[in-house]
Nanobody, 116 residues
């Protein structure tokens, strides 16, 4: 089992920045990829950014150039740096780890609200 806990969400003005954190614990080995996803009210959950272990990153077109995904294997943490936030970025943000055996693990999410 892998446990994931997101933090760092909150209220921010348009144009502002936030850094989300994802603390991981448990069986955090054989991780194929980690990612950040978001779900806005009334919408389906969507991929924001993913990072293969030791490999490439992928960003949704809407956040490319504004968001940066990273992982600290020593601290067992994952991060999402979000800059130039816009109201359409308002959503609950989730951290997900995908293990090489195909199992997905999700956190419970952290709410990001972008509003003036």
């Amino acid at each position: 089992q892998v446990q994931l806990v997101e933090s760092g969400g909150g209220l921010v003005q348009p144009g502002g920045s936030l850094r989300l954190s994802c603390a991981s614990s448990g069986s955090i080995f054989d991780i194929y990829s980690m990612g950040w996803y978001r779900q806005a009210p009334g919408k389906q959950r969507e991929m924001v950014a993913t990072k293969l272990t030791g490999g490439s990153t992928t960003y949704a077109g809407s956040v490319n150039g504004r968001f940066t995904i990273s992982r600290d294997n020593v601290k067992n943490m994952a991060y999402l740096q979000m800059n130039s936030l816009q109201p359409e970025d308002t959503a609950v943000y989730y951290c997900k780890f995908l293990k090489r055996n195909g199992m997905n693990y999700w956190g419970k999410g952290t709410l990001v609200t972008v509003s003036s």
